[in-house]
Each structure stands twice: as C-alpha cells, then as structure tokens.
C-alpha cells in the first residue's frame, strides 16, 4: 500500500498510473498535453509500484482526457490505469486499450514507404495481432513487427 | 461493384469482383476479335501519371481507354517537371483530378497510389508503386491462367527467378493464396521471396521453395517465369552462373507437362530462349495482349459505363 503520496493531491483532472518506468515524457507527447497552457501537469519517474516493480505517473490537472485520447497512449504503456479525480475523489477509473488505427505515432519502417519523405499525410498502422503485436501500413502495407514498434518508443 | 473504386492493391478486389472482371474481359476479348467498335467511354478521360519508365503497362492502358472511346492525357515525364519542381505527389493528384475522370498512377514509391487515393475524389488505378503492388497486372496474370486451364483452383504453379525484388510475383503470390493452388518458389537463395510477403498469405495455400529447376519438373501447370537482373548481383560470375541455371529453353520444355504453360511479366532477356516463343507451351505474349481485354473490363466497370 502507498502510504504517503510522493505528488500532492489534485482536486480535479487525470491520473495516468501503470505508465512503465521512464516513459511518462512520452506518454506526455503523444497527449499532446505539454503546451496546453491550462493544464498543469506533474510527473514522477521512477516511483515505487507493486505491479511493476518501478513505474511512472502522471497527474494532469484541470483536465479529464477522454477514452479515445487516452488510448493512444496504449502502445507505449498498455498497462496504463487512468483515475478520473473530481474534487479530490475517483470518480471513474479505467485501462487503456489498443486502438484499431495507430495514427501519426510511429514511422514506417520500410524506406521505400511514400510516408517517408515530404508529403501531407500522418503514418497510419492497423492492428494486424495484438500478441505479438504485429501493425500493417496502411500505405505501403508491409508488417511492423513488436520489435520495430517497440524500437520507436 | 468497382464502380467509381480506386484499385490499389489487389485487396481491393473481392472475390466476386473477380469473377466479375474476368467475364466483362471475356466479352471485351470476344469484342477485340470481332474488330468492333466500342463508344462506352466516349467522352471519359483517363490522366496517366507515370514516375517511373513503363512501355507494356503504359500502353496498355492507354490502348484500352482508346478502344473504349474514351481519352488520355499524360505528362510525358512528371519526374522531371514536377517532381523536380518539388510538388508534393498530393499536390499533382489534387491538380490531376480536377482533369479527368480516372487517374493512372506509377510511382518508385511503395503506398504512392494510395496516397493519391486518398487525395483524389476520381478513382485511382495503381500501376505498379517501387516494390509494392501491381494490380492489374496481377488479375491479366490471373485472367491468362483461367484462359489457358479453365478454372484457377488446382493448379500447381512455379514461380522461378527473381522472386525478391519483382513485384509481380509479390502481387501474384499474395492473389494466389486465396485460391486453393498449390506454389513452389524457385529461386536463387539471394532472390528468395520476402518474408514480409509470405508472413501475409492466407490460409489455403500451400507454399515450398527450392533453389532447384530442374527437378520434377512435369508437375507444375504454369511456370511463372521473371527477369534476373544483373544489377542485383555484386559478383558478376555469380550472376553468370545463376542466370544459366534458370533459363528455360527447348530442352526444359521437354521435361514439362505437355500442357504446361510459361508466362512472364516480360520484358524477357536471357530466361526465356527465343527458341521456345514458337512452341505452343509459350504464354508470355498472350498473356501481354491479355493486359488489354482486363484492363478494358476495368476502366468500364470502374467509370461505369
Ligand atoms: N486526488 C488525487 N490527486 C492525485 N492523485 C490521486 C488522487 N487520488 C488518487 N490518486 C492517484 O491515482 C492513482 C490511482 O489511485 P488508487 O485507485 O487510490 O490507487 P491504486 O489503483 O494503486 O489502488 C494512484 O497513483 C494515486 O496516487
Ligand atoms: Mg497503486
Ligand atoms: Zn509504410
């Protein structure tokens, strides 16, 4: 049990707990929530976790992230909990889930892919198996193994 | 239903599709062989956008559009004008569009058609993008097959060469798996087909590799045959001793099935002996006058005429 709370209490906002150790600054990028200037956000690296030895957390305050945003983040830290606190309390609570389309997120692996140089589109990844997970361009359809995926994070 | 549908990928086509295809070219042949007229494009415009070199694939788009009644606008060589003038491929696409009805598209680039799909509201044909698809080759590919043997289902087909770099074979291999045909890839060990195709393949096919031609070779039906490139070779005497031990000529036929058949992609350079254009086992330029009659039934059931 956590007994003491090594970042203070927020009255309102998201919790992003389970985020694997080291990788909250990227979970922060993909949010998108860095230049957000309403949003204060604390970040503790490297804290003590039951379920993953160490871990990250991330409290975003004054702003409750929807589910969809949220699973964006599933790549880099699938075993996200994510507490939705109002006025002090957990009102809902819930995991992160790995979405159909990984938009925008990784690169192509493949050089030759037309999403490797100067065109207005975002990389764009179906989910072709979750375990192993295993991703296809939507443009040059070629595979993106875990080892890729887990390269780029 | 292909009307107003990009056709990037041979995923694109349904199975039903294809039949479908396949009996609008039959009628598009019977119409080729009568010498009649057709008007059912008349006044539909075809934009080719070639980035890469193409003579067959090129030509034989724009015939079809022609024998259709419709018309062609091309840009000679788009890498030079607007590539070089550092245009984004959406860019041309939205401008290209806006030009015609339907837009033929080859590009270096894997995902290129696409991508121009997804900038284009007119539908888009991808003729061939780097070492990506080729659809349309695949189904005149598919189309000689059911010609020469009836149905597709059953055959035992070999493909030999260069089973690497080739697209076609990539496109046709990938078509194939969701036929219940039996392939062997026979390839040199540095020209083997990509993992990344073979990990795609679906479920019914049975698929073997060699390095070996010439053995038991009265099984197969169809001997898909590609070019070997020298390029590809950094030891020219590799090349020189991998080169003769695929190419087909008189004797090798001997040693087929009577009624085998051979098809390339052409063009053909050493693997295929002029000797052998004369016997009646030789596909590769019906096969070719082929890539008319489907890329016909296409354009009419994409513009829906
Ligand atoms: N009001 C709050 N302000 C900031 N963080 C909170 C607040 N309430 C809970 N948390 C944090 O949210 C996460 C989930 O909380 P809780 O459900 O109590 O823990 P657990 O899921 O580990 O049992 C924990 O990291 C906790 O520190
Ligand atoms: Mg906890
Ligand atoms: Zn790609």
């Given amino acids: ?153 | 239903m292909l009307k107003n549908k990009s056709i990037v990928s041979i995923d694109d086509v349904s199975e039903s599709d294809i039949s479908e295809i396949f009996s609008v070219s039959d009628r598009m042949l019977n119409a080729l062989e009568a010498g009649k007229k057709l008007e059912m494009l008349n006044g539909k415009i075809m934009a080719t956008l070639f980035y890469e070199p193409s003579t067959r694939t090129r030509l034989s788009f724009e015939s079809s559009m022609h024998r259709l009644g419709g018309s062609v606008i091309s840009v000679s060589d788009v890498k030079s004008s607007s590539v070089a003038k550092g245009e984004t491929l959406a860019d041309t696409i939205r401008m290209a569009e806006s030009y015609s009805d339907v837009i033929v598209i080859r590009h270096p680039l894997e995902g290129a058609a696409r991508l121009a799909s997804k900038f284009s509201t007119k539908p888009v044909i991808n003729a061939g993008d780097g070492s990506g698809q080729h659809p349309t080759q695949t189904l005149l590919d598919l189309y000689t097959m059911r010609k020469y043997f009836g149905k597709i289902d059953g055959l035992r087909i070999a493909m030999v060469g260069d089973l690497r770099y080739g697209r076609t074979v990539h496109s046709l291999l990938l078509a194939l798996s969701n036929f219940d045909v039996e392939v062997t890839l026979i390839s040199p060990q540095i020209l083997k087909m990509p993992e990344h195709i073979r990990e795609r393949l679906g479920k019914n096919i049975k698929v073997t590799s060699r390095e070996n031609l010439d053995e038991k070779m009265d099984e197969f039906d169809v001997f898909y045959v590609t070019r070997i490139q020298k390029e590809r070779f950094t030891d020219q005497n590799e090349y020189n001793s991998v080169i003769g031990l695929y190419s087909i000529d008189a004797d090798t036929v001997g040693k087929m099935k009577k009624n085998a058949i051979i098809m390339h992609p052409l063009p053909r350079v050493d693997e295929i002996k002029p000797e052998v254009d004369y016997l009646p086992n030789a596909a590769y330029f019906k096969q070719a006058f082929y890539g008319i009659p489907v890329r016909m039934a296409l354009l009419s059931m994409i513009l829906g005429a």
């Fill in chain 1, 1 to 153: 049990m956590e007994t003491t709370l090594k970042v203070s209490k927020i009255k309102d906002g998201t919790v992003i707990d389970h985020v694997p150790a080291g990788k909250a600054l990227r979970v922060v990028s993909i949010l998108k929530i860095e230049n957000n200037p309403d949003v204060s956000t604390t970040i503790a690296m490297r804290v003590q976790s039951e379920k993953l030895g160490k871990k990250d957390v991330i409290k975003v305050e004054n702003k409750y992230l929807n589910r969809d945003d949220l699973d964006r983040i599933s790549l880099v830290a699938p075993d996200a909990t994510i507490s939705i606190v109002s006025n002090y309390q957990i009102k809902e609570k819930f995991t992160v889930k790995l979405t159909k389309t990984i938009v925008g997120i990784l690169k192509c692996p493949n050089q030759g892919c037309i999403t490797n140089v100067k065109e207005p589109v975002n990389s764009e990844f179906s989910v072709v198996s979750e375990r192993p997970l295993i991703l296809r361009c939507f443009y040059c359809e070629r595979n993106m193994t875990e080892k890729e995926v887990l390269s780029q994070l």
